[in-house]
């Protein structure tokens, strides 16, 4: 973002705080296009959210406010300012329903990812029902209802941005029969409910053991199943089909009596248009963000997703023939099992050294030239001070002895910013490797205390990328 734009986001916060920020940091981006930042402010932190698009800003405001109204456990929000698009609001933490489950070995749910979901299932029931009471659904954007014109944007989605750009062949019109035939479908279910639009487990944050829902401005007047189905067959979160079986059955035995909810049998009749549906969209979802935008990690994800399409081909019967859907999905599937696979985890990795500089500059494996190299022999040195001479920058007594000078700390904070947008730049550009060295005098001290304070800043800050840690002189990883 520009300058003006974090200074714009200062002026926010002093204008509603009566005090300057002490520090304004970008988070890794999402998948949308807005831009969020975390704020220090003595011992508060506020995130602030960006938007340039002013009627989805102000449909994220009104939504959020409607939705405090109802007791729904959103952000609060603390400054909204759809003129210049931002919005500073309660800070919920790094740590997402998706980062805890995706630490879990795969297979079948454990006790506390079982849980987590039921909770989410159960607060998607009262956000359906809750929060459509006594909505204004015109302030919606950019739809108040997911109508035709809704389902056709997520079928050219599927066309334009997955089928075109992957290169799969298809008769255009064979293609627009099947969407004419899908949408009709679509269109007879009942759609009286809010629809939360991206409900998803990256977009559920836990916060003291408690979840908070974040990303509903796309919300609108919708059916039931699309959400639920957008939560269970998360591509990336690869639930087991009895999970997601039981789970779904969950979710109809919580549903409130009183909102009139469809029998089950209509119930679980629509369920798998909105299974196919929802693959479509997020197809394309991939396909515009992994290679129009040539962003790695929506390439790996779209693997996954095709994964989800295998599994529907084999398992989803429909009460209409949609062949030409079926062939693309097909061709897609075997296009994807003859491409390299994509490992996440391996589209960017950065390397944190500490070193000393009586051995030299650490070289470089990649080839890359070395990166950054940071010299933290100005710090102030532990090492001059007996007590601390045959410790370590691993060691607690190193650690609050440089934990405690403000210049330290301040030191690191400017080596994460002019990193951070290095790393940006490097996702975007597909790049796979960074080096970042810190040297001191003997590789002992401070060099160890900074590398090890980045290390675990910047594991936070891009949960996507592969950051690894070694101390040369301690020759330790």
């Not at 790094?94 to 159960?122: C, T």
Request: aromatic share 12%.
């Amino acid at each position: 973002m520009a300058l003006s734009g974090i200074e714009e986001i200062g002026r926010s916060f002093r204008e509603w705080q009566g005090k300057e920020a002490d520090d304004i940091r970008p988070l890794p981006p999402s998948g949308s296009h807005r831009d969020y930042f975390r704020i220090t402010g003595g011992k508060q932190t506020v995130i602030a959210a960006i938007n340039t698009d002013r009627r989805e800003n102000e449909a994220f405001i009104y939504l959020t406010r409607h939705f405090t109204d109802k007791g729904l456990p959103v952000p609060k929000l603390f400054v909204a300012n759809p003129e210049s698009g931002i919005c500073l609001l309660e800070d919920l933490g790094d740590e997402s329903m998706f980062s805890v489950i995706e630490k879990e070995e795969s297979g079948a749910l454990s006790l506390v990812s079982e849980r987590l979901y039921q909770e989410a299932v159960a607060w998607l029931v009262e956000f359906q029902t809750k929060g459509a009471e006594g909505l204004d659904f015109s302030k919606c954007h950019p739809r108040e209802a997911f109508d035709t014109q809704s389902v056709t944007w997520d079928l050219n989605y599927f066309k334009y941005h997955f089928l075109k750009l992957k290169g799969i062949p298809f008769d255009e019109q064979a293609l627009e029969d099947d969407f004419k035939r899908l949408t009709g479908l679509l269109k007879s279910v009942e759609a009286r409910w809010f629809m939360y639009r991206d409900f998803q487990a990256r977009n559920i944050m836990v916060q003291n053991g408690n979840l908070r829902f974040i990303d509903y401005q796309g919300g609108k007047r919708g059916p039931l199943q699309y959400d639920l189905v957008s939560l269970l067959f998360q591509a990336r979160a690869s639930l087991l089909p009895d999970d997601r079986q039981r789970l779904l059955e969950y979710y109809l035995d919580v549903f409130p009596g009183n909102h009139l909810l469809p029998s089950r049998k209509k119930f679980h009749q629509n369920y798998p248009l909105f299974i196919l549906l929802r693959n479509l969209q997020v197809l394309g979802a991939y396909g515009f963000r992994g290679i129009h935008e040539k962003k790695p990690h929506f390439l790996a994800s779209m693997k996954m997703a095709l994964t989800n399409s295998a599994w529907i081909i084999e398992h989803i019967r429909l009460p209409v023939n949609l062949p030409e859907i079926w062939r693309c999905l097909e061709k897609a599937i075997d296009q994807s099992e003859n491409e390299p696979a994509i490992d996440v985890q391996d589209v960017l990795t950065l390397s944190v050294k500490s070193f000393s500089y009586k051995t030299g500059i650490p070289s470089d494996p990649s080839g890359n030239g070395g990166g950054f190299v940071f010299d933290c022999r100005a710090l102030p040195n532990p090492g001059r001070l007996p007590e601390f001479r045959a410790l370590t920058g691993l060691d607690e007594p190193v650690r609050k002895f440089l934990g405690n000078h403000a210049e330290v700390l301040e030191y690191i904070r400017n080596v994460e910013a002019l990193v951070g947008s290095a790393v940006h730049n490097y996702l975007e550009r597909g790049f796979t490797h960074l080096m970042v060295s810190f040297g001191c005098t003997g590789g002992q001290h401070r060099s160890v205390f900074c590398a090890e304070e980045f290390y675990r800043r910047m594991q936070n800050r891009f949960p996507a990328v592969r950051v690894v840690l070694k101390h040369r002189e301690l020759n330790t990883e």
